[in-house]
Antibody, heavy 116, light 111 residues
Framework: QVQLQESGPGLVKASETLSLTCRISGDSITSDHWVWVRQAPGKGLQWIGYIYYTGSTTYNPSLKSRVTISIDTSRAQFSLNLGSVTAADTAIYYC??????????WGQGTLVTVSS | QSPLTQPPSVSGSPGQRVIISCVGSTSDIGRNSVNWYQHLPGTAPKLLIHSSTVRPSGVPDRFSGSTSGTSASLAISGLQSEDEADYYCASWGDNPTGMYIFGTGTKVTVL
C-alpha cells in the first residue's frame, strides 16, 4: 500500500521560500506522476504542478514563475519550492500520486502559514 | 485557466438523490475526462470517480458520474449522513497549456 508523507516548516516568513518534501513508501517512485495540491483557508483545491521520475515538470501557469518541483529517486521523495511567498500562500499543502486516471493516493497534508 | 464551476452547496434528506453539476469548456471537460473527489475537513481528498464514470475499488455504487459536452455531473443516490462533505470535480485543461483544473467545490449537507 503506497503511502505519502509531507514534511517541512509550518511557518514561513513573507518574501521567503516555502520548501516541502513528500516521502513515498510502499511503491516505486519511478512510475506515474507526483503532484502538489494546496487548499487555502476557506478556499477550494488548487493544483500546483507535477513531476515525472525523469524530472519532467508541468506547473500551474498562475504559479509557474515562483514554483520548482524536484525529485530524488534515490531517496524516494519529491519536493516543492515556492518562492516570494505572501499571506495568500497560507494553505494546507498536499502531495499526491497521479496515475493518469486521477489522484488516487494523497498525503495527509501539512499546514503552512506565511507570517509577516 | 478558470476553475470549473460547481454550485456552492446542495442538500438532501437521508435516502434521497442529489446531483452536483460541474461546468467547464471546450478546453477542459469538452476534450478530457473528469474526476470527482470527496473531501472531509481534516482529511485527504478521496478519489470517487475517474475517467468520468468509473468508480475505484471500494467506492459505493451510490456514487455515479456522467458527462455531456462541456459539463459533468456527480449523482449520489441513497444519501447517507457520512456523505456530508465537500465534493470537487477536476479535469485537464489545454488552454493555454496543460494543467489540472479543480472545480470550485460543492458542500453537500444531509438534512
Amino acid at each position: 500500500q503506497v503511502q505519502l508523507q509531507e514534511s517541512g516548516p509550518g511557518l514561513v516568513k513573507a518574501s521567503e521560500t516555502l520548501s516541502l518534501t513528500c516521502r513515498i513508501s510502499g511503491d516505486s517512485i519511478t512510475s506515474d506522476h507526483w503532484v502538489w495540491v494546496r487548499q487555502a483557508p476557506g478556499k477550494g483545491l488548487q493544483w500546483i504542478g507535477y513531476i515525472y521520475y525523469t524530472g519532467s515538470t508541468t506547473y500551474n501557469p498562475s504559479l509557474k514563475s515562483r514554483v520548482t518541483i524536484s525529485i530524488d529517486t534515490s531517496r524516494a521523495q519529491f519536493s516543492l519550492n515556492l518562492g516570494s511567498v505572501t499571506a495568500a500562500d497560507t494553505a494546507i499543502y498536499y502531495c499526491a500520486r497521479d496515475d493518469s486516471r486521477g489522484l488516487p493516493i494523497w498525503g495527509q497534508g501539512t499546514l503552512v502559514t506565511v507570517s509577516s | 485557466q478558470s476553475p470549473l464551476t460547481q454550485p456552492p452547496s446542495v442538500s438532501g434528506s437521508p435516502g434521497q438523490r442529489v446531483i452536483i453539476s460541474c461546468v467547464g469548456s471546450t478546453s477542459d471537460i469538452g476534450r478530457n475526462s473528469v474526476n470527482w473527489y470527496q473531501h472531509l475537513p481534516g482529511t485527504a481528498p478521496k478519489l470517487l470517480i475517474h475517467s468520468s464514470t468509473v468508480r475505484p475499488s471500494g467506492v459505493p455504487d451510490r456514487f455515479s458520474g456522467s458527462t455531456s459536452g462541456t459539463s459533468a455531473s456527480l449523482a449520489i443516490s441513497g444519501l447517507q449522513s457520512e456523505d456530508e462533505a465537500d465534493y470537487y470535480c477536476a479535469s485537464w485543461g489545454d488552454n493555454p497549456t496543460g494543467m489540472y483544473i479543480f472545480g470550485t467545490g460543492t458542500k453537500v449537507t444531509v438534512l
